[in-house]
């Protein structure tokens, strides 16, 4: 018994261990990170774009958010947005109309993002260069559009914008703002600095055309679209960009009942695409592709930065009131480099007040994700519809 216990402390040690490493080696990569200069080509070449926004039941906020993205500075004859409106009221299909954006009705029995873009895709084949996928909740900034074409231009076709929290409003706004911000660092920014391929975030990205209708074509996952979409891409021995400065503005969460509903359909995607893709992922590393192995196993592999900081904390403080003075100095240390690591990923506009007391909310996130945890069996069967309410940018940190 008492070589089984030593057996499974190792086992616990050594994956905390390697995570600790993982996101310290990718959060100090991100500091390291550099903007390429991507300017126009004397050209000055315009591609056309397509914003396509695939919206299901956003009656109450699709009309003013249409209205803002129709205020990018991108040459107008250039640039179309299209909303694929997933079983929208007729009232809000008629004023959507009276807009100068295009309008494609859908309704699915069950309804998912791939679905509705697939259909979009295929209607709209051969008309544009470029495809931009943004949420219904989403803001672009004016100039969003130029710098995607701008990095476009220069031979990137698979481009990942810098999303950032649209409002702070509350604790658990600023909680998954900074969430965010570190996933950005980690694992794009730092990702980007190591030479390998940027995550997807599931909006404010952009494809070459027909790259994004071929590959997308293959994908009718319920949730997590973008976690295949990334690897099929990756496979192909494409890159995927990360551009920090072409900021789109995220709706996040307010409260812990739809912060629990997130994480859970989060959680669930991870473990599906880890088993999904372990073998293929172990193949492409063999083959040198170590931006297929990041992805479908690096990434998925670990907790969340939330789960592994509590389970971090918890065994801190369980070996040290249980005596064991070797693991609680090994934990202890382990906790020490992972907020390290957490605070080197933050951005400095986030140093506040604000989010000092919005870190005192990280005990009962933590909890929620620990019960999302337990209750992923499922999960993603069903397309979960998060509602948005905000349909301006009330972002102080402007992160």
């Given at each position: 018994?008492?070589?089984?216990?030593?057996i499974?402390?190792?086992?616990?040690?050594?994956?905390?261990?390697?995570?600790?490493?993982?996101?310290?080696?990718?959060?100090?990569?991100?500091?390291?990170?550099?903007?390429?200069?991507?300017g126009?080509k004397s050209?000055?070449?315009?591609?056309?774009?397509?914003?396509?926004?695939?919206?299901?039941?956003?009656?109450?906020?699709?009309?003013?958010?249409?209205?803002?993205?129709?205020?990018?500075?991108?040459p107008?004859?250039?640039?179309?947005?299209?909303?694929?409106?997933?079983?929208?009221?007729?009232?809000?299909?008629?004023?959507l109309?009276?807009?100068?954006?295009?309008?494609?009705?859908?309704?699915?029995?069950?309804?998912?993002k791939?679905k509705s873009?697939?259909?979009?895709?295929n209607?709209f084949?051969?008309k544009?260069?470029?495809?931009?996928?943004?949420?219904?909740?989403?803001?672009?900034?004016?100039?969003?559009?130029?710098?995607?074409?701008?990095?476009?231009?220069?031979?990137?076709n698979?481009?990942?914008?810098?999303?950032?929290?649209?409002?702070?409003?509350?604790?658990?706004?600023i909680?998954?703002?900074?969430?965010?911000?570190?996933?950005?660092?980690?694992?794009?920014?730092?990702?980007?600095?190591l030479?390998?391929?940027?995550?997807?975030?599931?909006?404010?990205?952009?494809?070459?055309?027909?790259?994004?209708?071929?590959?997308?074509?293959?994908?009718?996952a319920?949730?997590?679209?973008?976690?295949?979409?990334?690897?099929?891409?990756?496979?192909?021995?494409?890159?995927?960009?990360?551009i920090?400065?072409?900021?789109?503005?995220?709706?996040?969460?307010?409260?812990s009942?739809?912060f629990?509903?997130?994480?859970?359909?989060?959680?669930?995607?991870?473990?599906?695409?880890?088993?999904?893709?372990?073998?293929?992922?172990?193949?492409?590393?063999?083959?040198?592709?170590?931006?297929?192995?990041?992805?479908?196993?690096?990434?998925?592999?670990?907790?969340?930065?939330?789960?592994?900081?509590g389970?971090l904390?918890?065994?801190?403080?369980?070996?040290?009131l249980?005596?064991?003075?070797?693991?609680?100095?090994?934990?202890?240390?382990?906790?020490?480099i992972?907020?390290f690591?957490?605070?080197?990923?933050?951005?400095?506009?986030?140093?506040?007040?604000?989010?000092?007391?919005?870190?005192?909310?990280?005990?009962?996130?933590?909890?929620?994700m620990?019960l999302?945890l337990?209750?992923i069996k499922?999960a993603?069967?069903?397309?979960?519809?998060?509602?948005?309410?905000?349909?301006?940018?009330?972002?102080?940190?402007?992160?």
């Amino acid at each position: 018994m008492h070589i089984i216990m030593i057996i499974v402390n190792c086992i616990i040690l050594t994956y905390f261990a390697l995570s600790t490493i993982y996101v310290l080696l990718f959060a100090i990569a991100g500091r390291f990170y550099k903007k390429k200069n991507y300017g126009l080509k004397s050209d000055n070449s315009k591609a056309s774009i397509a914003v396509f926004i695939p919206a299901y039941k956003e009656d109450a906020i699709m009309l003013p958010i249409a209205k803002q993205l129709l205020l990018s500075d991108y040459p107008e004859n250039l640039f179309d947005l299209i909303v694929i409106a997933d079983s929208f009221k007729r009232q809000t299909i008629i004023s959507l109309k009276e807009l100068p954006i295009k309008v494609v009705e859908v309704s699915w029995v069950k309804s998912t993002k791939a679905k509705s873009l697939n259909y979009a895709l295929n209607l709209f084949d051969g008309k544009y260069d470029i495809a931009v996928i943004s949420d219904a909740d989403n803001i672009l900034e004016k100039r969003f559009l130029n710098k995607i074409n701008a990095v476009y231009q220069n031979g990137a076709n698979a481009i990942q914008g810098c999303r950032v929290a649209k409002n702070l409003s509350t604790p658990f706004s600023i909680l998954d703002a900074a969430s965010e911000a570190i996933n950005n660092h980690v694992f794009r920014k730092g990702a980007n600095a190591l030479g390998l391929s940027s995550a997807l975030i599931g909006s404010g990205m952009a494809f070459q055309y027909k790259m994004l209708k071929d590959f997308l074509n293959k994908i009718d996952a319920v949730g997590g679209f973008d976690k295949e979409l990334q690897l099929e891409i990756i496979e192909k021995g494409h890159n995927i960009s990360y551009i920090d400065d072409a900021i789109v503005y995220d709706e996040k969460i307010e409260n812990s009942t739809s912060f629990g509903n997130q994480r859970k359909r989060w959680l669930s995607t991870q473990f599906i695409y880890l088993r999904k893709s372990f073998y293929k992922g172990l193949i492409e590393l063999k083959k040198g592709n170590f931006s297929y192995f990041n992805l479908s196993i690096l990434v998925n592999v670990f907790l969340s930065r939330v789960l592994t900081l509590g389970s971090l904390i918890v065994l801190t403080l369980g070996y040290f009131l249980f005596d064991i003075n070797i693991l609680f100095k090994f934990y202890l240390l382990l906790l020490c480099i992972y907020c390290f690591a957490l605070l080197i990923s933050l951005p400095k506009r986030m140093y506040n007040k604000r989010t000092f007391f919005a870190l005192l909310r990280l005990p009962k996130a933590f909890y929620i994700m620990l019960l999302s945890l337990l209750k992923i069996k499922g999960a993603n069967k069903d397309f979960i519809h998060t509602t948005h309410t905000n349909t301006s940018i009330d972002n102080s940190a402007l992160l």
